[in-house]
């Protein structure tokens, strides 16, 4: 398991409305914002989506740890060396 360890800096609901060009609705997701460091130890900024922030709203300034889960951007598939396919 991957842990992202961070300083929380905002604890939102976002989203919400409907698409202009689309007409797609667009459904209100929870997110925390965490402050840490890539892998060159410069800051930077994770945004998160989680089930419910306001457990977070209160933690503000606090540095935590969340497990997560990692993919590649703009591969086509990726999948497990042992895949049962």
């Not at 609705?25 to 998160?48: C, K, M, N, P, Y």
């Amino acid at each position: 398991m991957l842990t992202l360890t961070g300083t929380i800096r905002a604890a939102m609901q976002l989203g919400g409305g409907t698409n202009r060009k689309t007409g797609e609705v667009i459904a209100l997701r929870s997110i925390v914002q965490i402050e840490g460091t890539d892998h060159r130890g410069l800051v930077q900024l994770f945004t998160l989506t989680v089930p419910d922030h306001s457990p977070y709203v209160d933690q503000i300034g606090e540095r935590l740890s969340f497990p997560v889960r990692t993919w590649a951007v703009g591969g086509a598939e990726v999948r497990l060396s042992h895949d049962p396919r």
